[in-house]
Nanobody, 113 residues
Framework: QVQLVESGGGLVQAGGSLRLSCVVV????????IDWYRQAPGKQREFVAT???????RYADSVKGRFTISRDNAKNTVYLQMNSLKPEDTAVYYC???????WGQGTQVTVSS
């Protein structure tokens, strides 16, 4: 059974940075694309970024230039480096492995103004 475990969330002031991690357990991580999504209170879950198995990345327009997604295949881990955070980035952040239809439990990110 594939498990995704997120970590790294927290409370940060506007303009600050956080790095989220998503560890994938129980499958061949190297062949997977991994996505990050987020869900703010009262809103639908929205796409943030993806990294494909070859390293190609794609971002939502709202985070382009501020967030960077990367992967370390040796550690079965995907990272989301978030810089210049804004209050509107406040949400629960989830990682997702579409190939195996698995989601993590989420990690809370709160950005204060």
């Amino acid at each position: 059974q594939v498990q995704l475990v997120e970590s790294g969330g927290g409370l940060v002031q506007a303009g600050g940075s956080l790095r989220l991690s998503c560890v994938v357990v129980g499958s061949d991580f190297s062949i997977m694309s991994i996505d990050w999504y987020r869900q703010a209170p009262g809103k639908q879950r929205e796409f943030v970024a993806t990294v494909r198995r070859g390293g190609t990345t794609r971002y939502a327009d709202s985070v382009k230039g501020r967030f960077t997604i990367s992967r370390d295949n040796a550690k079965n881990t995907v990272y989301l480096q978030m810089n210049s955070l804004k209050p509107e980035d406040t949400a629960v952040y989830y990682c997702d492995a579409p190939l195996v239809s698995a989601w993590g439990q989420g990690t809370q990110v709160t950005v204060s103004s």
